[in-house]
């Protein structure tokens, strides 16, 4: 099975900086990767696919790359609507797997 | 609007079943291939099951293998997850979710909550 491994799993921040994820693969999926975003109570929402490219209707604040084993996804300029969890996930092989989750505070 | 609805959670006792439905709407179950994930309380999201749009291949987690089961009824445009031999660990909120083109999921449902107890 593939692993994911997320850092940091938390990180506090305010409104306006910028915040950068990081995952990595425990082998290489080339860029079949997604990032969602996760709000308490409420079902995951995709943001990004294919390792970089957005899905409709989410704002351009939101970017992500690399491919293999390193990913990231970087939010420019924080919105209040930003504070959530997130989570990347290979989507290069059965079983697919999450990484643990990053939750972004509040500081 | 596309959306899909879970349905079907609730208490059980360990060793018990249980059968989740996902209805769709807006959009054609059998063109997408959809799948099952799970939150345990607190925790993170896990892929429990997939099913491929023709039907023709359907994955487990190993966590779940031999208990639970996906299944389509296509026409009634839903998605089906029956679980057996339920354990405690298996406590969890399930999601259904849409795989549009093979690389992220991108529409799910609200949930359903399944809870496994004595």
């Known amino acids: 099975d593939i692993q994911m491994t997320q850092s940091p799993s938390s990180v506090s921040a305010s409104v306006g900086d910028r915040v950068t994820i990081t995952c990595r693969a425990s082998?290489?999926?080339?860029?079949?990767l997604a990032w969602y975003q996760q709000k308490p109570g409420k079902a995951p929402k995709l943001l990004i696919f294919?390792?970089?490219s957005l899905e409709s209707g989410v704002p351009s604040r939101f970017s992500g790359r690399g491919s293999a084993t390193h990913f990231t996804l970087t939010i420019n300029d924080l919105q209040p609507e930003d504070f959530a969890t997130y989570y990347c996930?290979?989507?290069?092989?059965?079983?697919?797997?999450f990484g643990g989750g990053t939750k972004v505070e509040i500081k | 609007e596309v959306q899909v609805v879970e349905s079907g959670g609730g208490l059980v006792k360990p060793g018990g079943s249980l059968r989740l439905s996902c209805a769709a709407s807006?959009?054609?179950?059998?063109?997408?291939?959809m799948n099952w994930v799970r939150q345990a309380p607190g925790k993170g999201l896990e892929w429990v099951s997939s099913?491929?749009?023709?039907?023709?291949?359907?994955y487990y987690a190993d966590s779940v293998k031999a208990r639970f089961t996906i299944s389509r009824d296509d026409t009634k445009n839903s998605l089906y997850l029956q679980m057996n031999s339920l354990r405690v660990e298996d406590t969890a909120v399930y999601f259904c979710?849409?795989?549009?083109?093979?690389?992220?999921?991108?529409?799910w449902g609200q949930g359903t909550i399944v809870t496994v107890s004595s």
């Open positions: 979710a849409r795989d549009e083109r093979g690389d992220g999921f991108d529409v």
């Open positions: 807006g959009f054609t179950l059998r063109s997408y291939s």
């Open positions: 099913i491929s749009s023709s039907g023709t291949y359907i």
């Open positions: 082998q290489d999926i080339a860029s079949w």
């Open positions: 294919a390792s970089s």
């Open positions: 996930q290979q989507a290069h092989s059965f079983p697919v797997t």
